[in-house]
């Protein structure tokens, strides 16, 4: 069996840009669903993420959707829910006096979900920063 890498850059985040934390819930995550929309010269970072289903079935964070149902970018998962009640916490950031540390998402792509049937809650902490020109 192979073994498929996730183009995922954890890397210091601007100071600058807006920070955020949202709480959602989908009742069937199939389909890609737009968590943070996309901002025309701007990136989002993850920071932290809480995955919580209420079924068996398989969730991917990434963004972009140029192609309505499809996933450009795919960061991490399928995580995969064996059944329902499990949680899925990934934290970022580091220690206080150290740079905060995330996900950058590609420019100018909104944050997406996608996964096989199933409801699920997500917890997403992240700030929205414009690209420098440099």
Known sequence: MAITLNPIVVTTIPDDGETWA???NSADVSGVEVIKAAVP???????KISLHSS???????????????????????????????PVCDINFTTVAGLPLKGIKCGLGLPLCIDGTAGAIAIYIEGKTCKEKPW
């Open 41 to 47: 010269g701007h990136s989002h970072y993850i920071m």
């Open 55 to 85: 079924a068996a079935m398989t969730a991917t964070i990434g963004a972009g959707e140029a192609v309505a149902g499809t996933m450009d970018n795919a960061y991490f998962g399928p995580v995969n829910f064996t059944a329902a009640g």
């Open 22 to 24: 949202m709480s959602m």
